[in-house]
């Protein structure tokens, strides 16, 4: 369960004091510091982590009307897409049976492609948004389906930010990953990994595991490297994680293989879906294939062609953050202030 007592009570007061009554702070954040005696609203923001929530003063006597809009990058494999996006979207249902949930893709180009093939069209997060202020809805909860808070759950942010003063409530969850243990925080790391694990194959001394990861030029690149470094620290062995787009790469993890001495190679992502990258950059049969690649290093290679949607414990955990923006939604979660950070 995450820790919630990380609830922003001092802020309410700063921004009583500045006249700020719309301003709602994140479910987990960082107190500002009593000695700080112009609280400005770029202050306020910063502090904001975790579960965001927002109340608009000006529509406190609406009806509640309550939605959740489930944030992906999408597919246009329609297969892994029933297997994995969709597959999740129906858990997230299931557990919260009075909302309408809709299913909303970042991706504009696969939008734009499933439609052209298929006739179906998924609306972006704004779309999605418009239709539900439309349709008188007054409460919603937007959350995602991202593994790391990159770019597309910047995306994801910056829609909660640009829609939220057209609702009652908005509240915008976390990706799969956020918390990192820190801070008496859940760590969503080590239970990503635990989930996860349920697939990993049993290991020969000469054999290794590689994560193929997506990658990503945003900052939070970095999370690859705390989840190399918390694998190490459950005691996985020769199982490395890799980038198509950031770092490591593959071309990083090939010393470590041959350092010790593997021979046998099983490829596995750990993407939403096994889309384009799992079934032609890391499986594909071109020479520049990662398949090919170790191949061509002497290395027998099994490739795992499924997606973390797949995987009931991933898609449980998925469920559990749209429940943290939802819960939040209804005001469920407590304001406590223990353990808060000041901060400047």
């Given at each position: 369960m995450k820790n919630w007592k990380k609830m922003l009570v001092a802020s309410l007061a700063c921004s009583a004091v500045l006249g700020l009554s719309s301003y709602s702070p994140a479910e987990a954040a960082y107190e500002l510091n009593p000695e700080v005696k112009?609280?400005?609203?770029a202050l306020m923001e910063a502090s904001e982590i975790g579960v965001l929530k927002y109340n608009n003063p000006q529509m406190a006597n609406y009806t509640n009307k309550d939605a959740i809009v489930v944030a992906s990058f999408g597919t246009t494999f329609k297969d892994t897409r029933e297997k994995t996006i969709e597959a999740t979207v129906r858990d997230i249902q299931a557990a919260n049976p009075l909302a309408k949930v809709v299913t909303a893709f970042t991706s504009h180009i696969i939008i734009d492609r499933i439609a052209a093939k298929e006739g179906k069209h998924y609306p972006t997060p704004e779309e999605a948004l418009t239709q539900l202020k439309a349709e008188g809805y007054s409460r919603v909860a937007l959350v995602s389906l991202d593994v790391i808070p990159g770019m597309e759950y910047s995306y994801v942010k910056a829609v909660y930010n640009e829609y939220k003063d057209q609702f009652k409530?908005?509240?915008?969850?976390?990706s799969l990953m956020y918390w990192q243990g820190q801070e008496n925080q859940a760590d969503d790391v080590t239970e990503f990994i635990k989930a996860v694990s349920t697939q990993f194959p049993k290991l020969g001394k000469d054999e290794a595991l590689l994560l193929m990861a997506h990658g990503t030029p945003?900052?939070?690149n970095a999370y690859y490297s705390v989840i190399q470094a918390k694998l190490n620290e459950l005691?996985?062995?020769?199982?490395?994680?890799?980038?198509?787009?950031?770092?490591?790469?593959?071309?990083?993890?090939l010393p470590k293989l041959k350092q010790n001495h593997i021979k046998m190679v099983t490829l596995m992502p750990i993407m939403m879906v096994a889309g384009d990258h799992a079934h032609n950059d890391m499986a594909g049969k071109d020479s520049d294939s990662h398949k090919s690649i170790l191949e061509s290093q002497g290395f027998k290679v099994n490739t795992y062609l499924h997606g973390l949607g797949e995987n009931q414990a991933i898609r449980a955990a998925f469920v559990e953050r749209a429940n943290d923006a939802w819960d939040a939604l209804q005001g469920r979660k407590g304001a406590d202030a223990d353990h808060i950070k000041m901060m400047k």
């Open positions: 112009t609280v400005t609203p409530t908005m509240t915008c969850g976390t945003h900052v939070s005691g996985y062995k020769n199982v490395y994680v890799y980038t198509v787009e950031g770092w490591p790469s593959l071309e990083t993890i």
